[in-house]
């Protein structure tokens, strides 16, 4: 245990990469406990418990970042670079628990939740919980694959400032809520501060009406946040590909692109299931073989095998669900004679490595959804 700020300053080379981890299986947990929280100026001036300071070719391993009065962790006005993470967790701290301001990132099996800022920024605004997400990659052509993101007071992931993200295989549920910094004592922070404000959509891919964003969102799933499942929230340019949405309070997926672009930048959305709720302010979409296109909204229990978040079968395809088979082909392995809708293959099938995107500036009408991969190779 290192009740401590820790700052990283080194950066390593490609060929020789500097490596952070616990010795053998020892468990390496840095904790903020001890750090007070400074509310003015914004606690989001104090340095992360864990700050990747301006430095590059590192791979962190099996951390456990906890109490940050703070970021947890973080590279924030320090862009570091080409960086690994894998297998970290970080929660209860006062700010978002992962932000990636750098380039060329990622983050593998990584899990941010109970991140809160319980008084909000009181310097220039009162918003409790607006600015905790679970995960901010804010710089361009990060990864994150198999990451968990929940009960965080504003989102699970927010693309705010990123482009060309892939989420692949992740997860945000339960977003939004009020019960993070488990280990600090709050004190009645609603009527001192103002009324709770966090967002909680599960993956937030755009900033507002000028923002040209790119993010792909592959094979995730989403749910029981408290505003939608998956939003665009006006970036242009994102990808939606076999993602499931339940039972989040807005809608379950959302997109609209801006009116800014004049429609030449295309949102693409296929073989998506929103199990009961989705919305859209159509300019440029490219939708296709989603459960909204095929009438099959609302979903049925019948369904899936289970809708018990708690299962191990949670929103896989049941034998006769009426997912199966009805999806379009984009260049990965599936089973039966057609890919199926949403996260999971009906059969475990070997998918094959996802890639990075590149932006498709499109009208929408001369794309070749069957034929195009959408997820074009891409050299890290």
Same mark, same amino acid.
Request: glycine share 8%; hydrophobic share 30%; with cysteine.
């Given at each position: 245990?290192?009740?401590?700020?820790?700052?990283?300053?080194?950066?390593?080379?490609?060929?020789?990469?500097?490596?952070?981890?616990?010795?053998?299986?020892?468990?390496?947990?840095?904790?903020?406990?001890?750090?007070?929280?400074?509310?003015?100026?914004?606690?989001?001036?104090? =340095?992360?418990?864990?700050? #990747?300071?301006?430095?590059?070719?590192?791979?962190?391993?099996?951390?456990?970042?906890?109490?940050?009065?703070?970021?947890?962790?973080?590279?924030?006005?320090?862009?570091?670079?080409?960086?690994?993470?894998?297998?970290?967790?970080?929660?209860?701290?006062?700010?978002?628990?992962?932000?990636?301001?750098?380039?060329?990132?990622?983050?593998?099996?990584?899990?941010?939740?109970?991140?809160?800022?319980?008084?909000?920024?009181?310097?220039?605004?009162?918003?409790?919980?607006?600015?905790?997400?679970?995960?901010?990659?804010?710089?361009?052509?990060?990864?994150?694959?198999?990451?968990?993101?929940?009960?965080?007071?504003?989102?699970?992931?927010?693309?705010?400032?990123?482009?060309?993200?892939?989420?692949?295989?992740?997860? =945000?549920?339960?977003?939004?809520?009020?019960?993070?910094?488990?280990?600090?004592?709050?004190?009645?922070?609603?009527?001192?501060?103002?009324?709770?404000?966090?967002?909680?959509?599960?993956?937030?891919?755009?900033?507002?009406?000028?923002?040209?964003?790119?993010?792909?969102?592959?094979?995730?799933?989403?749910?029981?946040?408290?505003?939608?499942?998956?939003?665009?929230?006006?970036?242009?340019?994102?990808?939606?590909?076999?993602?499931?949405?339940?039972?989040?309070?807005?809608?379950? #997926?959302?997109?609209?692109?801006?009116?800014?672009?004049?429609?030449?930048? =295309?949102? #693409?959305?296929?073989?998506?299931?929103?199990?009961?709720?989705?919305?859209?302010?159509?300019?440029?979409?490219?939708?296709?073989?989603?459960?909204?296109?095929?009438?099959?909204?609302?979903?049925?229990?019948?369904?899936?095998?289970?809708?018990?978040?708690?299962?191990?079968?949670?929103?896989?395809?049941?034998?006769?669900?009426?997912?199966?088979?009805?999806?379009?082909?984009?260049?990965?392995?599936?089973?039966?004679?057609?890919?199926?809708?949403?996260?999971?293959?009906?059969?475990?099938?070997?998918?094959?490595? =996802?890639?990075?995107?590149?932006?498709?500036?499109?009208?929408?009408?001369?794309?070749?959804? #069957?034929?195009?991969?959408?997820?074009?190779?891409?050299?890290?």
């Amino acid at each position: 245990m290192y009740n401590e700020q820790v700052t990283l300053t080194i950066s390593g080379l490609p060929d020789k990469p500097i490596t952070w981890e616990g010795y053998e299986d020892e468990v390496v947990i840095i904790n903020g406990k001890d750090r007070p929280v400074i509310e003015t100026p914004n606690p989001i001036d104090e =340095a992360p418990q864990l700050f #990747i300071k301006s430095c590059d070719w590192q791979i962190l391993r099996k951390l456990t970042v906890i109490n940050s009065p703070a970021y947890g962790i973080s590279d924030y006005r320090a862009a570091s670079n080409h960086n690994i993470y894998e297998f970290i967790k970080t929660s209860d701290n006062y700010g978002i628990g992962f932000r990636i301001c750098g380039d060329y990132n990622q983050l593998n099996d990584c899990e941010s939740s109970y991140n809160f800022d319980y008084a909000g920024e009181k310097a220039w605004k009162l918003a409790p919980g607006e600015d905790s997400d679970g995960f901010s990659p804010d710089g361009r052509y990060n990864i994150l694959r198999r990451c968990v993101s929940f009960h965080n007071s504003d989102d699970g992931y927010d693309c705010w400032t990123c482009q060309f993200t892939l989420f692949e295989d992740c997860i =945000a549920y339960e977003n939004g809520t009020s019960d993070g910094c488990r280990n600090r004592d709050k004190g009645d922070w609603e009527n001192t501060y103002g009324k709770f404000h966090g967002g909680g959509n599960g993956f937030k891919l755009g900033q507002g009406p000028e923002s040209q964003a790119f993010n792909t969102v592959l094979r995730c799933i989403a749910y029981n946040n408290l505003a939608s499942g998956i939003t665009t929230n006006d970036g242009d340019g994102n990808r939606i590909l076999n993602c499931t949405a339940y039972g989040n309070g807005a809608n379950d #997926i959302a997109w609209w692109d801006s009116p800014k672009n004049n429609g030449t930048i =295309a949102t #693409i959305l296929i073989n998506n299931i929103a199990f009961k709720k989705h919305s859209t302010k159509k300019w440029t979409t490219i939708s296709a073989t989603n459960s909204w296109n095929l009438g099959l909204v609302p979903a049925r229990e019948s369904d899936f095998l289970s809708l018990d978040p708690t299962s191990k079968d949670f929103l896989k395809l049941s034998p006769n669900s009426r997912f199966i088979d009805k999806g379009t082909d984009i260049g990965y392995a599936y089973s039966g004679t057609h890919t199926d809708l949403g996260a999971f293959e009906y059969q475990e099938t070997e998918y094959s490595s =996802a890639v990075a995107p590149t932006p498709i500036s499109t009208s929408g009408a001369s794309i070749n959804i #069957i034929s195009e991969r959408l997820l074009p190779n891409w050299e890290y």
